[in-house]
């Protein structure tokens, strides 16, 4: 499997080191990586077809455990929580929690195959907010989703379901305190070298990018990215 990737958008390295995950747990020594292109901010991703398998397995209702973490068939995400690995990266908030957040994007992508990752696009009144694709301001159109919580957002919920589940192993560098995120791609390699990679740990890292937090509403949002 190879798609083009926009280093621009967090949301979509993001969801590329998901599916490495997934790869990884299908099989230990498969590989997923980086290939630049000739267009500056594009690259080539390829991960073995095994990730989407994995995906299409853990695409079940998500079970809610007794200390806030979900269930997503075998796997068990929690990264959101203090103890977890990326607590900084829990963009939502006021009555949103992340079975919500799961919920809305499963709906939303329900009937979507999962090879149309990046592609598929729906509605939906609640997400991540880690693909900058699809989001609004609300300060640039005058008026709080905090008062209009029926209003859907456009979205690519596959997309954003593979980053909610590559947060789990992802570390990344960067927090709400620095302001940012900082997300660099890798070249080909393991998933125990990507996952350090990608927080600029490793020798596989390629140039990084830095995403910086925004907001929407009482939310908070990855916006675009640009060269670290």
């Given at each position: ?21 997934l ?104 997400r ?64 125990s ?36």
């Amino acid at each position: 499997m190879q798609r083009v990737i926009d280093l621009r958008n967090p949301g979509e390295v993001l969801a590329c080191g998901g599916l490495a995950w997934l790869a990884s747990l299908a099989d230990p020594l498969a590989e997923t990586g980086f290939e630049p292109m000739a267009e500056p901010g594009v690259m080539r991703f390829a991960c073995p077809d095994t990730a989407l398998q994995q995906f299409d397995a853990v695409r079940v209702v998500p079970v809610v455990d007794d200390d806030d973490a979900l269930q997503l068939g075998a796997l068990r995400l929690d990264w959101w929580n203090p103890w977890g690995l990326n607590p900084h990266m829990k963009l939502w908030s006021g009555k949103q929690k992340a079975e919500s957040i799961v919920g809305n994007l499963f709906r939303a992508s329900a009937g979507a195959a999962s090879p149309e990752w990046l592609e598929f696009e729906h509605t939906t009144t609640g997400r991540l907010g880690v693909d900058p694709r699809g989001t609004w301001n609300a300060l640039g159109i005058g008026w709080s989703i905090n008062q209009h919580t029926h209003i859907e957002m456009l979205c690519r919920p596959l997309l954003e379901l593979l980053a909610f589940i590559g947060l789990q192993a992802l570390p990344l560098a960067g927090s709400r305190r620095d302001g940012h995120v900082r997300l660099h791609p890798w070249r080909e390699a393991s998933f125990s070298l990507a996952r350090l990679a990608i927080a600029g740990a490793s020798r596989y890292a390629l140039s990084g990018w830095r995403a910086p937090f925004g907001k929407a509403g009482s939310n908070t949002i990855l916006l675009t990215a640009s060269p670290d």
